[in-house]
């Protein structure tokens, strides 16, 4: 099927667009040059619409929506310890397909079509994914409670999960994520990364999140823990770090000279007081940085449009220089940086490039007065505004509707009393 998006405003100027296969074939400010080519082509009238690439949410943990709400205000390991992991006792491959299945709905309903996961029965999450039509690079997450006896059992579990993805379309792709480096022996990690690097997958671990950890590590290894990784030979292009809060001077050279992403998390990190994110001198000094939610459990929601302004605003107030992390920066970092951390040749409005967008409906209050859209995305916009998003040249939502939504969010309420047993 092609899709004909009419009279549309493409940074600033209104053209013709159109999409065919999975791609941008033709974009015109020609707008006499109909796209109407047959009977079979979807036409969109674009009149009242501006046209943005899509999100790309590069950390979350999506079946944890199902927790949303049910332990916040907690310190993090306290969190952990006594509120989420018991619970998490409780999944299953069903539960965790109807916490993924309301994480993606709410993803494509703030825009994000693209998520890298990290979380337990990754075929529940991967099932969501591939029926509601998203991309998503979806991890088993390792933990082997720094024991390595339990190190080969994991690695066959994560190869094992892996030797599957030829069950999903290929915008469904498995991952390899360790959870971090104090729950997770030395050697689980080498070879988690050794597995990624072979089967040439992205690899993602939480890094740096707190004070404390950073302490651990020196106390345990006698290193930061991303001088850590990088003694053991982990740091390579394909490794995205995520938090990167308690990082140095020392830390930042090594991301840089080793082409590492960071995934930035700024809901996650103030609601859990994790500590300030460097933003000024991590853009400065030029390291691959992308935005993620994390999960619902500590955001508590998944909107990228959220994500973004606090993002802009901790880097400003946390730098006393208003002129820090402009609009512009903080959007590209949550459109394009994402797509090519991902390695999507996507992230743009281009012709030749994947067909991930979403309209924005220019007459929402949120972006009136028009004439400042990427400014109004970043500081002003709601969901609300974003009427419809494609993902890999299929419409996921229109008019704000997607499929199945009704029944998505029923059984929703129906997993989260299974999980919690009442
Ligand atoms: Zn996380």
Redesign the pocket.
């Known amino acids: 099927m092609s899709i004909f998006i009419k009279n549309v405003l493409l940074n600033d100027k209104r053209c013709n667009i159109k999409i065919e296969s999975n791609r941008f074939v033709k974009i015109d400010s020609n707008l006499n040059i109909n796209f109407e080519s047959n009977p079979s082509t979807h036409t969109i009238d674009g009149s009242n619409f501006a046209i943005l690439p899509a999100f790309y949410n590069m ?3 999506s079946a944890m929506s199902l927790m949303r709400g049910y332990a916040d205000d907690l310190e993090l390991h306290t969190w952990l310890e006594n509120h989420i992991w018991p619970l998490e006792q409780n999944l299953n491959e069903e539960i965790v397909y109807r916490g993924a299945q309301l994480a993606i709905l709410e993803m494509i309903k703030s825009g994000t079509i693209f998520f890298n996961d ?1 979380y337990f029965f990754p075929h529940g999450t991967a099932r969501a994914a591939d029926e509601l039509g998203v991309r998503a690079d979806i991890a088993p997450v390792l933990i082997d409670g720094m024991d390595d006896s339990k190190t080969e059992e994991l690695i066959a579990y994560a190869k094992d999960t892996i030797s599957h993805s030829s069950e999903y379309s290929n915008r469904i792709r498995f991952a390899v994520s360790p959870h971090a480096i104090y729950t997770v022996s030395a050697n689980t990690l080498k070879r988690a990364a050794e597995l990624a690097l072979n089967e040439g997958l992205p690899f993602q671990i ?1 890094v740096s999140e707190t004070e404390t950890e950073v302490a651990n590590s020196l106390k345990d290894f006698g290193l930061r823990p991303v001088q850590y990784l990088d003694s053991l030979g982990i740091l390579t292009p394909n490794v995205s770090l ?1 938090h990167c809060v308690h990082i140095d001077d020392k830390d930042r050279e090594i991301l840089y000279d080793r082409g590492v992403n960071i995934v930035h ?1 700024p809901v ?1 990190n103030m609601k859990l007081t994790s500590g300030r994110f460097d933003y000024r001198n991590i853009h400065k000094k030029g390291i691959h940085l992308t935005l993620g939610t ?2 619902a459990c500590s955001n508590n929601n998944l909107s990228m449009l959220d994500e973004m302004k606090f993002a802009a605003l901790r880097a400003k107030s946390d730098s006393g220089d208003p002129t820090v992390a402009p609009a512009q920066e903080i959007f590209n970092i949550a459109t394009k940086n994402g797509a090519v951390a991902a390695g999507l040749d996507a992230g743009v409005i281009e012709k030749g490039k994947l067909a991930d967008c979403m309209l924005v409906n220019l007459d929402h209050p949120s972006l009136v007065p028009t004439g400042h859209l990427i400014s109004d995305m970043v500081y002003s916009a709601s969901p609300e505004c974003i009427d419809t998003v494609i993902c890999d040249g299929k419409i996921l939502m229109q008019d704000r509707q997607v499929t199945g939504e009704k029944e998505i969010i029923r059984k929703a309420n129906e997993a989260y009393r299974d999980l919690i047993k009442k």
């Open positions: 950390h979350t943990h990290m939480h995520i998390c996650s994390d999960g």
